[in-house]
């Protein structure tokens, strides 16, 4: 489940336009190390681990869709980063990265 995910939204990216080198190259980047945290969590927390990767396959999707809706580019982001709370003293890298990844969508206006 969290491999096919994230081939998704890595598959996503690869084909958004809007998304130049640097900013491709880094978001694929963090999207490698969150699959390596979320399947360190799916260890312990499965159920939160699902709801990661579905989270961040969800902003993916929005961030990637031809007719963008802010809304729900917003939500996405907002429940991405929503999942991981909680997990700061068990799982700081796995909430430093989702962190990344939203601020990195927002600064980019995906």
């Known amino acids: 489940m969290l491999d096919d995910t994230v081939k998704k939204m890595e598959d996503a990216i690869r084909r958004l336009d ?15 190390a969150l699959k390596s945290e979320v399947g360190r969590l799916s260890e312990t927390h499965e159920e939160h681990a699902h709801s990661i990767a579905s989270l961040a396959d969800m902003a993916a999707h929005e961030a990637t869709r031809q007719d963008k809706s802010p809304a729900l580019m917003k939500h996405s982001v907002e429940g991405l980063a929503l999942s991981s709370e909680g997990f700061e003293v068990s ?20």
Request: charged share 20%; proline share 3%.
């Open 91 to 110: 799982h700081p890298k796995l909430v430093g990265i989702v962190n990344e990844i939203c601020t990195m969508l927002a600064r980019i206006g995906i």
């Open 18 to 32: 809007a998304l130049k080198g640097q900013d491709r190259t880094e978001l694929l980047s963090l999207l490698s």
